[in-house]
């Protein structure tokens, strides 16, 4: 698992196209006024902690990479996926980048949104 979990990492780094939606991400963030952040599927965490960690910040991720975020990350806010009600989450931004080609049942994701 720590294997699988330093390749996430490590893609996550080198991802440059949604390096620009992170970038972009922080600049309406700074407009938010302390409004919540949600990164739905944010791998690793490390573009929303690295770029948005000074936000307040939600993280959504499934199994196994939600384990590992909040042992990694406890003080940060993360959710599992399948156990989230998207009904009763309020945000300012969310941003869900590069994970609708790693879905199995991308109509799913949809609904969440």
């Known amino acids: 698992m720590q294997q699988k979990q330093n390749s ?3 893609q996550d780094q080198q991802t440059s196209g ?3 939606v992170y970038e972009l991400a922080v600049s309406i963030a700074k407009k938010l006024q ?12 490390y573009k929303l902690i ?9 993280g959504i991720e499934v199994e196994p990479a939600y384990s590992w975020l909040k042992k990694k990350y406890p003080e940060r806010k ?11 989450l309020e945000a300012g931004l969310v941003i869900c980048s590069d994970v ?3 879905i199995p049942d991308p109509d799913k994701l949809m609904e969440f949104i």
């Open 18 to 20: 949604s390096q620009s």
């Open 100 to 102: 609708i080609e790693h």
């Open 78 to 88: 993360w959710l599992l996926f399948d156990s989230v009600n998207s009904s009763e």
């Open 8 to 10: 996430m990492m490590q």
């Open 50 to 58: 690295n770029k948005l960690g000074n936000f307040d910040t939600i």
């Open 34 to 45: 302390g409004r919540i952040i949600i990164d739905l599927g944010c791998g690793s965490g």
